[in-house]
């Protein structure tokens, strides 16, 4: 079994075990494998996901995510928070603003400073949403939203009343989903603030998603909810989210490390 070095962080209780592939020999390892190995709660370390650091041939570096279940996203907007935070610390940069190659393309987050230069937050520019029109399932009605992944959005007068187990796996595979969807409940607080819960692709409950903030805010304002500024208050905390006249979406939020470690683990 290989013995790995890794950090443990989170954005907004979102929580990845990350791995620099610069340090850390993963050739002939099934990545896959790994992350399912990794992120069991109760017999690895425990997470939403895997991030894995890579030199890129396009971008400053390459994040690779993998979810709980060994599937691979596009995007993950708390993980890339996480990420920036790391490699910003790691490699002492001295650029602000870094550029991080994803499968959803190329990502710009740029950190926010403290007084004394430790990361208070990261502010990444999500580029711009695609509205893929409306489904009707299970008594709701979604919005297809994607931000460089999949989104199914909607609007609820009461969170309390949503069983996620049970609405959250049949949306994320409903056949009107070719590659599965993140699904959203989104109840509409005012015209600047919304309240969140996500069922992540891949990964299941989740106390925040980066992108679905994002996607939610897209949805609320394309149906006349709210601005197109707004907080979202996800279980986890919250994150502030704008869709500018430019059509670009700003996602701000913080990233925290909670520890290192090393172990080993099948893969």
């Avoid at 707004?230 to 913080?254: A, N, Q, T, Y």
Wanted: charged share 25%; hydrophobic share 40%; glycine share 12%.
């Amino acid at each position: 079994m290989p013995e790995l070095n890794f950090t443990k962080m989170h954005g907004l209780g979102n929580d990845f075990v990350l791995i620099d592939s610069r340090k850390e020999k993963l050739d002939g390892l099934d990545l896959g494998q790994l992350a399912q190995n990794i992120c069991a709660r109760h017999f690895g370390v425990g997470a939403d996901g895997l991030l894995i650091v890579w030199p890129s041939a396009k971008a400053h570096y390459r994040m690779q995510i993998i979810n709980p279940d060994g599937s691979e996203p596009e995007m993950c907007g708390n993980g890339i928070r996480c990420f920036a935070k790391y490699v910003y610390e790691t490699d002492q940069l001295k650029e602000e603003v870094i550029s991080v190659e994803t499968l959803a393309g190329i990502m710009l987050p740029a950190v926010i400073l403290g007084p004394d230069k430790q990361v208070l937050g990261v502010e990444v520019d999500m580029g711009k949403p695609k509205d893929e029109g409306k489904v009707k399932l299970a008594g709701h009605e979604f919005h297809k939203i994607s931000m460089g992944n999949p989104h199914a959005v909607a609007f609820v007068d009461d969170l309390s009343g949503i069983d996620l187990y049970e609405l959250g796996p049949k949306i994320e595979n409903d056949q009107h989903f070719p590659n599965r969807t993140n699904v959203e409940f989104v109840k509409v607080l005012n015209e600047k603030e919304i309240e969140v819960l996500v069922w992540e692709r891949g990964a299941g409950e989740t106390l925040a998603c980066g992108t679905g903030a994002c996607a939610s805010v897209v949805a609320a304002s394309l149906a006349g909810k709210i601005k197109r500024r707004g907080l979202v208050h996800l279980p986890g905390g919250k994150l502030e989210i704008e869709w500018g006249e430019d059509d670009r979406v700003l996602m701000r939020g913080p990233a925290q490390k909670v520890f290192e470690g090393k172990s080993q683990f099948n893969a």
